[in-house]
């Protein structure tokens, strides 16, 4: 096979730890290639979902192409998210080199570890853009050290270390070769050259036929089902007829319905895309991610994209509480798992698998925030549905013992709260690695934690650090299990009845412990209504009214004033709920309830439970 390189294109990717300034910095080529006038772009441009505009981070990988010295660059701004590792990993598989974007001040984080060792096992090219260099607080020459430390830490050869490196302020959309030359930049040509110079042309052979591996999938009304990938080999003709592999090797035939390429942001039409071209066909149906589309004269199966294993399951059911249909649209079963069936094509990180109960589904990730933006999508999608707690996924050991997942646990706070974090994740069977105080009152602390001591522990590690502190994990792999502890050292207040709540039993309640409803919030049989200060549940009535009387004293009634209840968020309710409990999400309210509502069929549970137990009964 003698391979030939197309240096009219060149594919990258944009990789980085959240909020290095990814999608910042494409926003500046952007501007400077020419695709938008100054006062055309709107900034973030790349970030379109309402989700990734409001919470300011990246979700989904997303393609784009500008040119520069008639070279045709297209670029992939991925998320720096861990729990997004699968859009990274789909993203890397039509790329030939990668931007790793480390923040100047902050340096390598754990998910600048996560996309670079898997920019390096793919064996890209890389260039390390040293971004925010105007930051007060930036240090340059010590991050830099640190990233060749990251590099060898990785097992990178010497080519991969002989990487070049670039000074930038992606806000200003400036760059330079040196620290010193940053000043006297004016715009981002000194990385652009860079680009052309250190990441080779798409490689390919020129007597193979039309070859390319699916790496993403997109879907229109008018189109259907559209795949989106590089072509490795040979050139694609609009209405050229062709087959896609599946995963058993089983060819389906197809015919280009519509072939698209990548300018800027936006999909221009084309006749013929070339080998290194990334392209969008439309008029392929039975198609799943990682799958080989080529000619059906020359059928030859490419290697399929490899996603790690998701770590967390969830289980998706239909919203079964009093209240459900009245607020959303969609509620069927039948409707839900067509809706996260979906997601699975277009995610290659999640799975979707039956459950022992028709009315509900086990969907698994990579993390619960990776859950909770899918499930805060399908609320503003119209529908209802009731989720579980996340759990761990567990493994077993060829000599038969528990193995489950472990986190590498990076803990940046003062030092006053050194003592708190430290006995909080002890607890939760942490064990510390190293601790460095690097002399300006703050402390960098590192654990291994089990993943499942992690759900949850991020709001409180917030609250016990004023929220000052710094929480950052990547997946260390899987170790011999550690123990059971407690996920939750509180118990809940459940509703016993249906009604309204009232505000004169809600103040009576409120001794009790921190409450989630307001006067007038409708509550029924199982609802929880609060969190117990102990560790027990307890059932309580929050619609009961003041009897009345015929002494009353003039306005005492109505003195009655309730401490203000902190709103609850999707993750917050995610986070809270034990095994036996739900959040019941629909497009205008977040609820917390019992898995089963019936108190008489919850206490049958707890006896039975009892007298299972090791020591009771027979």
């Given at each position: 096979m003698s391979l030939q390189q197309n240096e009219s294109i060149r594919n990258i990717a944009i990789i980085a730890h959240v909020d290095h300034g990814k999608t910042t910095l494409v926003d500046g080529l952007f501007r400077q290639s020419g695709i938008f006038r100054a006062d055309?772009?709107?900034?973030?441009?790349?970030?379109?979902?309402?989700?990734?505009?409001?919470?300011?981070?990246?979700?989904a990988a997303k393609n784009c192409a500008v040119t520069w010295n008639d070279v045709k660059i297209n670029i992939i701004d991925?998320?720096?998210?861990?729990?997004?590792?699968?859009e990274v990993e789909r993203a890397l598989s039509m790329v030939d080199g990668a931007i790793l974007l480390v923040d100047a001040a902050e340096g390598p984080l754990p998910q600048t570890r996560f996309v670079l060792r898997k920019a390096l096992d793919a064996k890209l090219s890389l260039v390390v853009v040293i971004n925010k260099i105007d930051r007060k607080d930036a240090r340059p020459r010590e991050v830099l050290n640190e990233i060749y430390d990251l590099f060898i830490d990785l097992g990178a050869g010497e080519e991969q270390l002989e990487f070049p490196v670039l000074y930038a302020i992606g806000r200003q959309g400036i760059a330079a070769l040196s620290e010193e030359e940053v000043p006297a930049a004016k715009d981002l040509s000194a990385l652009?050259?860079?680009?052309?110079?250190?990441?080779?042309?798409?490689?390919?052979?020129?007597?193979?036929?039309?070859?390319m591996v699916v790496a993403d999938l997109d879907y229109s009304d008018y189109l259907g089902r559209m795949a989106v990938g590089r072509v490795r080999h040979g050139s694609v003709r609009f209405r050229e007829a062709l087959v896609s592999i599946d995963e058993n090797e089983a060819a389906?035939?197809?015919?280009?319905?519509?072939?698209?390429?990548?300018?800027?942001?936006?999909?221009a039409e084309t006749e013929e895309a070339r080998a290194g071209d990334i392209v969008i066909l439309a008029g392929v149906e039975d198609v799943t991610i990682g799958d080989t589309i080529c000619t059906k004269e020359h059928i030859r199966v490419l290697p399929r994209i490899h996603v790690d294993e998701p770590t967390v399951s969830m289980r998706f059911a239909i919203n079964s509480s009093p209240l459900a249909g009245r607020e959303g649209s969609i509620v069927q079963s039948r409707k839900i798992r067509e809706r996260l069936e979906r997601?699975?094509?277009?995610?290659?990180?999640?799975?979707?698998?039956?459950?022992?109960?028709?009315?509900?589904?086990?969907?698994?990730?990579r993390g619960e925030f990776q859950m909770a933006i899918l499930i805060e999508q399908m609320r503003r999608e119209g529908f209802e549905i009731c989720v579980g707690r996340p759990e761990v996924i567990m493994k077993k050991s060829p000599e038969g013992e528990l193995l489950e997942p472990v986190e590498h646990l990076f803990v940046d706070c003062d030092e006053a709260f050194m003592g708190v974090v430290t006995e909080k994740i002890s607890l939760r069977k942490g064990r510390m690695l190293g601790l460095n105080n690097n002399g300006f009152g703050r402390v960098r602390i590192e654990f291994s934690v089990p993943s499942r001591g992690l759900i949850g522990f991020r709001d409180e590690f917030l609250t016990d650090t004023k929220g000052t502190g710094i929480l950052n994990a990547y997946l260390e792999g899987y170790d011999i299990y550690r123990g059971d502890f407690p996920s939750r050292f509180t118990g809940s207040l459940v509703?016993?009845?249906?009604?309204?709540?009232?505000?004169?039993?809600?103040?009576?309640?409120e001794p009790r412990g921190e409450l989630f409803v307001v006067p007038g919030d409708p509550v029924y049989e199982g609802m929880i209504v609060g969190e117990h200060n102990r560790d027990n549940d307890i059932d309580v009535n929050p619609t009961k009214e003041k009897k009345l009387t015929n002494l009353r004293a003039a306005g005492k009634d109505e003195n009655i004033i309730l401490s203000p209840i902190r709103p609850m968020t999707l993750e917050r309710a995610i986070h809270f709920v034990r095994e036996d409990e739900m959040v019941e999400v629909t497009p205008l309210s977040i609820r917390l309830?019992?898995?089963?509502?019936?108190?008489?069929?919850?206490?049958?549970?707890?006896?039975?439970?009892?007298?299972?137990?090791?020591?009771?009964?027979?």
């Amino acid at each position: 096979m003698s391979l030939q390189q197309n240096e009219s294109i060149r594919n990258i990717a944009i990789i980085a730890h959240v909020d290095h300034g990814k999608t910042t910095l494409v926003d500046g080529l952007f501007r400077q290639s020419g695709i938008f006038r100054a006062d055309q772009q709107a900034e973030r441009v790349m970030d379109r979902m309402d989700l990734e505009r409001e919470r300011g981070i990246t979700i989904a990988a997303k393609n784009c192409a500008v040119t520069w010295n008639d070279v045709k660059i297209n670029i992939i701004d991925t998320p720096g998210h861990a729990d997004f590792g699968g859009e990274v990993e789909r993203a890397l598989s039509m790329v030939d080199g990668a931007i790793l974007l480390v923040d100047a001040a902050e340096g390598p984080l754990p998910q600048t570890r996560f996309v670079l060792r898997k920019a390096l096992d793919a064996k890209l090219s890389l260039v390390v853009v040293i971004n925010k260099i105007d930051r007060k607080d930036a240090r340059p020459r010590e991050v830099l050290n640190e990233i060749y430390d990251l590099f060898i830490d990785l097992g990178a050869g010497e080519e991969q270390l002989e990487f070049p490196v670039l000074y930038a302020i992606g806000r200003q959309g400036i760059a330079a070769l040196s620290e010193e030359e940053v000043p006297a930049a004016k715009d981002l040509s000194a990385l652009f050259n860079i680009i052309l110079e250190a990441i080779p042309g798409p490689s390919h052979d020129p007597d193979e036929p039309f070859q390319m591996v699916v790496a993403d999938l997109d879907y229109s009304d008018y189109l259907g089902r559209m795949a989106v990938g590089r072509v490795r080999h040979g050139s694609v003709r609009f209405r050229e007829a062709l087959v896609s592999i599946d995963e058993n090797e089983a060819a389906h035939p197809l015919k280009v319905s519509k072939l698209q390429v990548y300018q800027g942001p936006q999909l221009a039409e084309t006749e013929e895309a070339r080998a290194g071209d990334i392209v969008i066909l439309a008029g392929v149906e039975d198609v799943t991610i990682g799958d080989t589309i080529c000619t059906k004269e020359h059928i030859r199966v490419l290697p399929r994209i490899h996603v790690d294993e998701p770590t967390v399951s969830m289980r998706f059911a239909i919203n079964s509480s009093p209240l459900a249909g009245r607020e959303g649209s969609i509620v069927q079963s039948r409707k839900i798992r067509e809706r996260l069936e979906r997601e699975s094509l277009a995610n290659v990180a999640i799975r979707i698998e039956d459950s022992e109960d028709k009315d509900s589904f086990i969907v698994k990730g990579r993390g619960e925030f990776q859950m909770a933006i899918l499930i805060e999508q399908m609320r503003r999608e119209g529908f209802e549905i009731c989720v579980g707690r996340p759990e761990v996924i567990m493994k077993k050991s060829p000599e038969g013992e528990l193995l489950e997942p472990v986190e590498h646990l990076f803990v940046d706070c003062d030092e006053a709260f050194m003592g708190v974090v430290t006995e909080k994740i002890s607890l939760r069977k942490g064990r510390m690695l190293g601790l460095n105080n690097n002399g300006f009152g703050r402390v960098r602390i590192e654990f291994s934690v089990p993943s499942r001591g992690l759900i949850g522990f991020r709001d409180e590690f917030l609250t016990d650090t004023k929220g000052t502190g710094i929480l950052n994990a990547y997946l260390e792999g899987y170790d011999i299990y550690r123990g059971d502890f407690p996920s939750r050292f509180t118990g809940s207040l459940v509703a016993d009845r249906a009604g309204n709540a009232v505000a004169y039993a809600l103040y009576n309640l409120e001794p009790r412990g921190e409450l989630f409803v307001v006067p007038g919030d409708p509550v029924y049989e199982g609802m929880i209504v609060g969190e117990h200060n102990r560790d027990n549940d307890i059932d309580v009535n929050p619609t009961k009214e003041k009897k009345l009387t015929n002494l009353r004293a003039a306005g005492k009634d109505e003195n009655i004033i309730l401490s203000p209840i902190r709103p609850m968020t999707l993750e917050r309710a995610i986070h809270f709920v034990r095994e036996d409990e739900m959040v019941e999400v629909t497009p205008l309210s977040i609820r917390l309830r019992k898995t089963v509502l019936d108190a008489q069929k919850r206490y049958q549970i707890q006896g039975k439970k009892k007298m299972a137990a090791p020591g009771k009964g027979e």
